[in-house]
């Protein structure tokens, strides 16, 4: 089975801000998006060689108290930042 590893769009200009909260900015709309604290952890795992299942299991390792939904939460923001034209995929062949 093909395994997809998340991977962001090199375009976005991600600023941090105070108390780990960022926005991305993509230059080509100019439209920007608020991201949390978790959304940000999540967005530099964006690299192309976590799949989603990696990237929960570092959230899980690194933050306190992560619901047991957290997989499920995960892998609506990729796909709303997909959405977005933020994100896109790099597919392994196992």
Excluded: C
């Excluded at 769009?9 to 909260?21: G, K, M, T």
């Excluded at 920007?32 to 299942?53: M, Q, S, Y």
């Amino acid at each position: 089975m093909d395994v997809k590893h998340p991977i962001a769009n090199p375009l976005i200009v991600l600023r941090e801000e105070f108390d780990d909260w960022a926005i991305l900015f993509d230059p080509d709309t100019g439209n920007a998006f608020g991201l949390n604290p978790t959304g940000v952890f999540i967005w530099k795992l964006l690299d192309g060689r976590h799949d989603t299942e990696a990237i929960v299991n570092r959230l899980r390792e690194e933050a306190d108290d992560v619901p047991e939904d957290a997989a499920e939460h995960t892998r609506q923001f990729i796909a709303s930042l997909e959405q977005q034209g933020l994100v896109g995929y790099e597919v392994s062949h196992p």
